[in-house]
């Protein structure tokens, strides 16, 4: 097994359910068993399916009223049976459009005048009747099926372009820009009732799937059939299909023949006949997944009753699993917030909202970090609230990029297609080797006299501290076994206790001598006198300093090498040469200092490793 761990900025995003005050309560969602979401989010409001009688309605909540909704709410009614779905523009915050089974597609504009009077009735402590609360009208109704209209779509680069999926086994594209106008397109192909649809983020390509258990390709403005296909899951349950983002890449989700529930991801380049190109298992609930692209490159998966939400990292087309936001309360339907609207100062990368029983409650996933400031790594441009394209443009046949926006500064961000997902910033290296340490100073060469004490030698200089790492860069390591050095710590399960940051900068390198040490530094110097005698001084330069006298006295030269029978060289100052004996003895002892100076900064090493894990413990805990 690997020692290391893969880099990742999301590793430790975790899932906050709003506080009470802010889940918006007393909400009757529909009990209708169409497979839909069931609510839609823009930035400024929630959509919700409603639970009505005398035909279909669906609520517009404002994600500022929040608590219990008065018993008489405001609705859009305008279909003759239940609305099956809604979906917000991407360029308008306040125009949703819906299916119903009554087969028709309406568009709605939000009158924020209702709310107001509503909020002043609740002020005033007046609950009205059923005469006296506004109801939203439509503003425009189109015809697209005999049957069902069953999910509808906004493209996602131009203006007023919808997909409308029908109960005859069709897809419809409709210029919303021109009320009570026939589709523009029709996309035809599918044996059965289509499940699920998505636009690519140009919207070159739209991915659908059906009860057929096949995955289709389309060409949006290309009447007729799909330009590729292939089969799915093989389950008889509902799949859903997901585009991620701006890659070639597409994520669903459905069941197994054993009704195991799975993820596919596919190329989509090679959808034509072809295979997944990663397959993950989650387990054998009944429940349909619903799958939620993030442009951080992270996959939600939200199941229809169950209580928690799963979260994967894309990385070279795989999917590695972070962790999962668990709740006791069931999800009947999810959606996400545009990311525009997120919350950079709390570091919210992603923002959910869950229908539950009689309630819709918010879920924050948010990345811990110490830094206040706006953390650029973790939040790319995001798409922008203006259109590329108008929709005669498009269906004429342009196409362009998604127009992006800078979530710190607001402003508009290149408008390119969202790049090859890469290794999160600032990113380790896969293996981390010991930090580069100045080496030792190189020994003097012998001199004619040797020096009487060590205090001067590199055994007693303090190494120089390895580079600090950045605070936010994160460790690509697991932990390793215990060293010496962190066995003299206060240890917790990762080797330390207290604030371990402070733990390796306080520590004091080179330790000081103990007495055994320093009664060996004794000895060594009373071995020193009895070889040169008691008169014996110490020769220039053993106090670790060099007097000017000395440097005129210095050669500038070396002596050349006496021959083998060359008489016994005399020093200067009258003392005997060094014996070859006692020079062994002083490069042996040299050769043990450097080792001791390269085992205390692999020491050094080792506790600033073991106290960086503990406090990425502690923060991730």
Known sequence: ??????????????????????????????????????LSSSALYLSVNWQASGG???????????????????????????????AWSPFDDRVVASAGDDGNVFVWKVDDAVFARLEANENEGKKGTAAEVEDFAPQARFDASG???????FHPTASNVLAA???????????????????????????????????NSTGTLLATTSRDRRLRLFDPRTPGGPVAETDGHQGIKGQRVCWMGGLDRIAT????????????????????????????????????????????????????????????????????????????????????????????????????????????????????????????????PAPASEPALSAADYFAGKNASPKLVNLETGA?????????????????????????????????????????????????AEPAPAPARPPSEPLSFVPEEETPATASVGKSSYGVTGNPSRIAANAIWPPPLTDEEREREEEKKREYKSSYGASATAPAGASGTTTPKEKEQAPVTAPPSPGPHAATPQASNGLAAVDPTANAKLEAEL????????????????MKANAKRAADALLGA
């Open 165 to 199: 999926a029908t109960g005859d086994q069709t897809v419809r594209l409709f210029d919303v820009g021109r009320p009570g106008s026939d589709s523009v397109v029709t996309l035809s192909g599918h044996k059965d009732a289509i499940q699920s649809m998505s636009f």
């Open 147 to 153: 049957r069902k209209v069953g999910y509808v779509e």
């Open 56 to 86: 279909g309605a669906f609520a517009i909540i404002p994600h500022t009223l929040t608590g219990k909704l008065p018993d008489l709410f405001p609705l859009a009614r305008g279909h003759s049976a239940p609305v099956l779905d809604t």
């Open 412 to 460: 508009a961000a290149a408008a390119a297609p969202t790049p090859a997902p890469a290794a999160p910033s600032p990113a380790p290296a896969p293996a981390r080797s010991p930090s580069p340490t100045p080496a030792p100073a190189p020994a003097p060469e012998p001199t004619p006299a040797p020096e009487p004490e060590r205090s001067s030698t590199p055994a007693l």
């Open 253 to 380: 989700t459905g069941f197994s023949k054993m009704s195991d529930r799975q993820v596919f991801l596919w190329d989509a380049g090679k959808i034509d006949g072809g295979k997944p190109i990663k397959t993950v298992t989650l387990d054998t609930s009944s429940g349909v997944i619903m799958p939620f692209w993030s442009d951080n490159n992270l996959l939600f998966l939200a199941g229809k009753g169950d209580g928690n939400i799963r979260y994967y990292e894309y990385e070279n087309d795989d999917l590695h699993y972070l962790t999962q936001y668990t709740s006791s309360e069931p999800q009947r339907g999810m959606t996400f917030l545009p990311r525009r609207a997120l919350n950079t100062s709390a570091n919210e990368i992603m923002r959910a909202f869950k229908t539950t029983k009689s309630a819709v409650e918010p879920v924050s996933f948010i990345v811990p970090r110490k830094e206040q400031s706006f953390q650029s790594d973790i939040y790319p």
């Open 1 to 38: 097994m690997s020692r290391f761990v893969r880099p990742s900025s999301y590793r430790h995003v975790y899932g906050e359910r709003a506080k009470k005050e802010l889940i918006h309560e007393n909400v009757r969602v529909t009990q209708n068993a169409w497979d839909t979401n069931g």
């Open 591 to 606: 050769r043990e200092a450097r080792a001791r100076i390269r085992e205390l900064e692999l020491q050094v090493e080792s």
